[in-house]
């Protein structure tokens, strides 16, 4: 199997548990990666697409785990008969996150620890997570794109007004900066010579007070 790049080696950097859920697995390297690392020791292999499991169902078999995992069809949290410890939710947008994890409450499938990493609409998922603890909530850097890691669990603290959008950066990462002065750069090319809308100059101004904390 091949080196997982930084998005996914940060996501499995943050399993450790008995009962795993890769929910959205498709090529299923999460899961299977946290079982050969010891890092989890029963995983649900959890996709919407039958499709999308066969590779998962593959890559087990070829790095010999499949015994170790269960193969679920299932609109996120729906078909599994019991919550397991930690869910992984990655590569989906905000709001299927918020959707899944809205379902999963009414099904009372919350597992204790939740690693989220959503690929758009970050802020929408963090206001929805408002009233829960956050363990972390970081950035990791992977081909010049930028991906948050939100891990939620009983110990943590709830997000601040001000951390909806960026997040909390904690732990701390370079990352993160990076992330902030590439969207300030954009906005600075976007309005160059003229004046920015009223919204845009409040995220500006927001990015520039975010990035004197450095
Ligand atoms: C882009 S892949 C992400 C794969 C992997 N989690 C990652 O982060 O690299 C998204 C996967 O989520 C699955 N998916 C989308 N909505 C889902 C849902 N509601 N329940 C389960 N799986 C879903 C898709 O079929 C697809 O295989």
């Keep these: 199997?091949?080196?997982?790049?930084?998005?996914?080696?940060?996501?499995?950097?943050?399993?450790?548990?008995?009962?795993?859920a890769d929910i959205g697995c498709d090529h299923g390297y999460i899961g299977v990666r946290a079982l050969q690392e010891g890092r989890a020791n029963r995983l649900f292999a959890v996709d919407i697409s039958d499709k999308s499991l066969d590779k998962c169902r593959r890559l087990a078999a070829e790095e010999n785990v499949a015994d170790k995992v269960e193969f679920v069809v299932s609109d996120g949290f729906e078909n599994l008969?019991?919550?397991?410890?930690?869910?992984?939710?990655?590569?989906?947008?905000?709001?299927?996150?918020?959707?899944i994890l809205?379902?999963?409450k009414t099904?009372?499938?919350?597992?204790?620890?939740?690693?989220?990493?959503p690929h758009q609409n970050a802020?929408?998922?963090?206001?929805?997570?408002?009233?829960?603890?956050?363990?972390?909530?970081?950035?990791?850097?992977?081909?010049?794109?930028?991906?948050?890691?939100?891990?939620?669990?009983?110990?943590?603290?709830?997000?601040?007004?001000?951390?909806?959008?960026?997040?909390?950066?904690?732990?701390e990462s370079r990352a993160y900066y990076d992330m902030l002065e590439c969207r300030l750069n954009t906005l600075e090319e976007r309005f160059s010579g003229?004046?920015?809308?009223?919204?845009?100059?409040?995220?500006?101004?927001?990015?520039?007070?975010?990035?004197?904390?450095?």
């Excluded at 199997?1 to 943050?14: D, V």
């Excluded at 019991?82 to 939710?89: F, H, W």
């Excluded at 099904?107 to 990493?117: D, F, G, Q, S, T």
């Design 194 to 214: 003229r004046e920015m809308p009223e919204k845009m100059l409040n995220e500006y101004n927001d990015i520039k007070e975010l990035l004197c904390r450095r």
């Design 1 to 20: 199997m091949k080196e997982p790049g930084a998005r996914l080696k940060a996501i499995i950097s943050e399993i450790g548990c008995d009962t795993l």
């Design 102 to 104: 809205k379902a999963a």
């Design 123 to 171: 802020s929408e998922l963090r206001r929805f997570l408002r009233d829960v603890p956050i363990k972390k909530d970081y950035i990791v850097c992977e081909d010049k794109k930028f991906y948050p890691v939100i891990v939620v669990s009983d110990t943590g603290e709830k997000y601040a007004v001000n951390e909806f959008r960026y997040g909390k950066n904690f732990p």
């Design 81 to 99: 008969n019991a919550a397991p410890d930690t869910a992984v939710i990655a590569g989906m947008g905000g709001y299927e996150t918020i959707k």
């Design 107 to 117: 099904l009372n499938r919350v597992p204790e620890k939740l690693i989220l990493c």
